[in-house]
């Protein structure tokens, strides 16, 4: 299908952007999921501000332990990004696996978070680096941690008239190990299940476990129970049984077409012991 | 959502296969459209419109993108390359010969697409390995051949690129 007919702005300022979101007007990034929601018509806004102009929110900057990444960031940037290897590298590891490269090389950073997509995989390292979301409006900047920035499907701590301008993660540290583990149908299709796992140890001792599932309910889903399993005890056996029984109150998968519930439940466990004992062995 | 009458239509100035062309349209026309439809380049190929076929894959500034997720008021200033360019130009001639002695085009629906996506794939990594090719081909659906030829065709251009 084609769109319905909408007016274009491309504003050369971020306050312009801004200025141009009153009435019924949706911002046009990478285009790689709004488009397609055009195309089918599933949403027809009056005026679509397309910001890729904005040098601005393009690029990748390491400033006193803090990774910020501009909303205008491709994923193949990030993927080709030595700065995102060395210091943030459960990104790293998740990006290749989002959508195919035609799409990574126009898909961006802002665009993927504001979505929030609950099977996308930025969202869901986002929360597992407990990071923030940069929000610029006519009000002024203002900074979201991740863990209030996703509401609900589909629904972020955006309001009306504001746009993301960056994230920002914490810089990986010597004591933490990363790992995603992610099944789909097809290599880029979005994922049946997954964790982007943060684990921060003390030897062989776990301190903290930040287990986040992307397709295991409205948002990307933070498991505390699963941390709270491994806190304070090595990864082994043990351990990784109590995280994986702790995930059934933890998650909330839905039934969709590629499968149920409970097959996500139990695709969900088993990522968990893939990562966990990837993450042992490293 | 306004009446497309009451919508004044955006002047697109860009590069297309190396000539200069310029056209006013509705802001809502896709890419791939532009090409097809304007500028009579029929080789891009419209599948899904929603960016999941990879048959509309055409080159904006040197990278591959969906030609259906993309505006064509969005490639004002760009340089674009269709399959009609890309062929013209010589780049892809082994990669097309081993298409054709693969019998890796049948219907040839998917064709363009899918040499657009092989040829950055063979211009930034030609030693890569038959994963690597499936994963990246992995965004472009050909419902005739099964794949198997077109990754043959694909790894046998890299293999000959890399001895040269
Ligand atoms: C076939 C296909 C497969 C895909 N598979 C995956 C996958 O496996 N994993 C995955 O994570 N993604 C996947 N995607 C989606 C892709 O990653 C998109 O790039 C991403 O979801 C949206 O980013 P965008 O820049 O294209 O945003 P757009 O499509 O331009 O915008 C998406 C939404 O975000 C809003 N928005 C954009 N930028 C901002 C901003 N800076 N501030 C506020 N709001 C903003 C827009 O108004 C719009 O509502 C897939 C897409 C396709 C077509
Ligand atoms: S027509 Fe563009 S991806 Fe299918
Ligand atoms: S050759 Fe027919 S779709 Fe690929």
């Known amino acids: ?282 | 959502m306004p009446d497309s009458i009451d919508i004044p239509p955006v002047v697109v100035t860009a590069t297309v296969n190396g000539e200069r062309v310029s056209r006013a349209v509705e802001p809502r026309m896709n890419l791939v459209d532009f090409l097809r439809e304007e500028l009579e380049l029929t080789g891009s190929h419209i599948g899904c419109e929603h960016g999941v076929c990879g048959a509309c894959t055409v080159r904006v500034d040197g990278t591959i993108v969906r030609g259906c997720l993309m505006l064509a008021v969005q490639a004002d200033g760009a340089e674009v390359l269709t399959i009609e360019g890309l062929s013209e130009s010589g780049e892809i001639a082994d990669l097309q010969e081993n298409f054709k002695t693969r019998n890796a085009a049948q219907c040839g629906f998917c064709t363009p697409g899918m040499l657009m996506t092989a040829a950055e794939l063979l211009a930034e990594n030609p030693g890569a390995g038959r994963t690597e090719i499936r994963q990246h081909i992995s965004g472009n659906f050909c419902r005739c051949t099964g794949y198997q030829a077109i990754v043959d065709a694909i790894e046998e251009t890299g293999r000959n690129r890399g001895e040269k």
């Not at chain 1, 994230?167 to 190990?177: L, S, T």
């Not at chain 1, 030897?203 to 505390?224: D, K, N, Q, S």
């Not at chain 1, 399993?229 to 109590?242: Q, R, W």
Request: proline residues 4%; hydrophobic residues 45%; aromatic residues 4%.
């Open chain 1, 1 to 282: 299908m084609k769109p319905a007919p909408f007016n274009y702005a491309k504003p050369s300022s971020v306050d312009e952007a801004i200025s141009l979101l009153d009435g019924d007007a949706t911002l046009l990034a990478g285009g790689q999921s709004l488009v397609a929601t055009l195309n089918m018509r599933l949403s027809a806004p009056d005026l679509l501000v397309d910001i890729n102009g904005l040098e601005e929110l393009s690029g990748i900057s390491v400033d006193g332990g803090t990774v910020r990444i501009g909303a205008l960031t491709r994923h193949r940037e990030l993927e080709r990004s030595e700065v995102i290897a060395a210091q943030a590298p459960l990104i790293a590891e998740a990006v290749p696996l989002i959508a195919h490269p035609a799409i990574r090389n126009r898909g961006t950073v802002g665009g993927s978070i504001a979505f929030a997509d609950p099977a996308a995989e930025l969202p869901a390292c986002l929360l597992a680096l407990d990071g923030a979301v940069e929000i610029a409006g006519s009000g002024g900047r203002r900074k979201v941690g991740a863990g209030e920035f996703f509401r609900g499907l589909y629904d972020t701590a955006l309001e009306d008239g504001e746009l993301i301008t960056a994230i920002e993660v914490p810089a990986a540290a010597g004591n933490q190990r990363f790992a995603v583990e992610e099944v789909a149908r097809r290599h880029g299709d979005y994922g049946m299940a997954g964790v982007m796992a943060s684990v921060t140890v003390n030897g062989e001792t776990v301190e903290a476990a930040r287990l986040v599932y992307i397709a295991a309910g409205g948002t990307p889903m933070l498991a505390e129970g699963a941390g709270a399993a491994l806190a304070g005890n090595a990864i082994d056996e043990a351990s990784i049984g109590a995280a994986q029984s702790a995930l059934e109150g933890d998650l909330d998968p839905f039934d969709d077409m590629n499968s149920t519930a409970a097959t996500k439940l139990h695709l969900a466990r088993v990522m968990t012991e893939r990562a966990l004992k990837r993450i042992a062995g490293a």
